[in-house]
């Protein structure tokens, strides 16, 4: 049985590095949570949630981002910059993968979905 989450992970890693991010940590683990990615481009160090689902589901895999995993990340984040010393802005990105017969169709890359509160 194919990973689809891991697919689409790396599908999105590739994505990424096309248009100048560079791969700093996949699958990042604190206390809090994961972020599935964490790059850089510019002056943001970027943490992404990756969501894959099945191009005929009846919700975006943006919704399945909630403000309780939103807080999670957020927090795992923290633990991130504060363990690695980094200055740049952070910034909360989602990647929507789609897929249909175990095969990536598209993605939408949303630039800061959510913020800091």
């Known amino acids: 049985m194919i990973d689809m ?12 590095r096309k248009k100048n991010y560079k791969l700093l940590d996949y699958n990042y683990r ?11 481009k510019g002056r943001y160090i970027v943490f992404v949630e990756v969501k894959a689902r099945n191009c005929n589901s009846i919700a975006e895999p943006k919704e399945f981002v ?3 995993k939103q807080e999670r990340i957020i927090h795992t984040a923290m633990t991130y910059i504060q363990r690695s010393g980094s200055e740049l802005q952070p ?4 990647a929507e993968v789609f897929f249909e017969n ?7 890359y ?6 800091l509160d």
């Open 102 to 108: 175990n095969e990536i169709k598209s993605i939408k």
């Open 30 to 40: 604190s206390r809090y949570g994961e972020v599935d990615l964490i790059l850089t």
């Open 91 to 94: 910034r909360f990105d989602v």
């Open 66 to 68: 909630d403000e309780y």
């Open 5 to 16: 989450g891991a697919l689409a992970e790396r599908y999105t890693a590739n994505y990424l």
């Open 110 to 115: 949303l630039e800061n979905a959510f913020t």
